[in-house]
């Protein structure tokens, strides 16, 4: 059954990651290092994550996740339940929270609020399971039960590879707090994860699926017991090593020619992409890279403004577009999205004198959006094959003719 709030998630399309915490300020840590990093370390003077969220809603971000709780434990917001948390150091005298100043920001310029949260983290592994369970369901009733309405939970499988957790309890009580809350990729997802953390979707990127993909630190999937309806998510990195912020990478910036590539990857394969930033020691974006984030938001704009919705007729597995004589080089398509997936396809162009119709793409998959380039070609009908009798909907780039 497809819900209607995954539809809605898709429509989201791109989206910010911001990881930033304990490790922002302990340079050269890795996950799972076990390395102490002092509390004490952290105390982000000019903190601005209105600036963050208001970044990413001009780049086009239609959502934001914020770690909460990395796999180091560090929680961002007063949590009651670990001394390990904002209230003991020395930012803002522990009296701040981060949780409440990103999910306030997400309000003010109506971005989707998503919250991260690490179910493994240092030291889990030696407390007994009722112990923890106990401990991560009442760190995740702080978070979804003291800040509103809450759209998107994002569990990281990282760490969680050997570790045996109370999910009926966990999810009873997410499902309880927030109702129409999305979960990302564990236990009862909503979502799943690529496979990845590139930000790169396969060409046959199907939706329905019967297992998940769990964790970088294993090949081995998560089995369902069904098939299910999941779309999927690329998380990449702005830079190319570190998740938090490091002064050693900032030459490793991603370039706008980069993510164009990356949305083409992901979102112009049907699925959503969601793209890191590391906050600074600061609590600031760092300049470089949310320059390239803003001159990315504004190249996707140029690049699918205009694009013109054509009028379609459909005969079987046949969908034909008819307008008036012009140079195409890209189509925008959609098919409705059902249990049964289009799962191969051409579009096929009709030279403007005479003669059959050229193939000028192939692909597989297209569930949500398919965006598909080729080199430019004056046409005036375009037909569009599938494998199933579905109606595609279809928007097309026209190339300007001198």
């Known amino acids: 059954m497809i819900k209607k709030k995954q539809l809605e998630f898709l429509d989201w399309e791109f989206g910010a990651f911001f990881h930033f915490g304990i490790r922002t300020f302990n340079e050269g840590h890795k996950d799972w290092d076990m390395k102490n990093m002092d509390i004490s370390t952290f105390n982000p003077t000019s903190l601005d994550c209105e600036d963050w969220i208001k970044t990413a809603s001009d780049a086009g971000a239609k959502y934001a996740v914020l770690i909460c709780k990395h796999h180091d434990g560090f929680a961002n917001w007063p949590s009651a339940y670990t001394d390990y948390s904002v209230k003991n150091t020395p930012w803002k005298n522990g009296k701040g929270d981060v949780v409440e100043e990103f999910v306030n920001a997400c309000r003010k310029y109506d971005l989707k609020v998503g919250l991260y949260y690490s179910p493994a983290q240092f030291g889990s592994k030696s407390m007994n399971g009722k112990e923890y369970d106990d401990y991560f369901i009442n760190q995740i009733s702080e978070l979804l039960g003291n800040y509103g309405n809450i759209d998107y939970l994002w569990f990281d499988g990282c760490g969680s590879e050997d570790h045996e957790y109370d999910t009926e309890r966990i999810v009873a009580k997410i ?21 990845n953390e590139s930000g790169l979707a396969p060409l046959n990127n199907k939706s329905v699926v019967y297992a998940l993909d769990f964790s970088v630190q294993t090949e081995n999937k998560d089995e369902l017991g069904e098939f299910k309806f999941l779309p999927g998510e690329c998380d990449c990195r702005m830079r190319l090593v570190n998740w938090f912020y490091s002064d050693s990478d900032e030459d490793t910036v991603k370039s706008v020619d980069e993510l164009m590539g990356l949305y083409m990857y992901s979102v112009g394969r049907g699925a959503n992409l969601l793209l890191n930033i590391g906050p600074d020691r600061r609590g600031l974006l760092p300049q470089k890279d949310k320059d390239v984030l803003l001159k990315f938001g504004q190249k996707v704009r140029e690049t699918f403004a205009d694009l013109v919705e054509v009028d379609s007729e459909q005969a079987g597995n046949v969908t034909t577009l008819k307008f008036d004589l012009q140079m195409v080089n890209m189509l925008v398509i959609e098919e409705e999205i059902d249990e049964t997936e289009i799962e191969s396809f051409e579009i096929k162009v009709y030279p403007y004198s005479y003669g059959q119709p050229i193939t000028v793409y192939k692909g597989e998959t297209i569930g949500h959006k398919a965006i598909c380039q080729f080199p430019s070609v004056r046409t005036n009908k375009i037909e569009i094959v599938c494998d199933k009798n579905k109606k595609i909907k279809a928007k097309i780039k026209y190339v300007p003719i001198y």
């Open 175 to 195: 499902r309880e707090l927030q109702p129409h809350i999305l979960i990302f990729n564990m236990w009862d997802p909503d979502t799943r994860w690529i496979g």
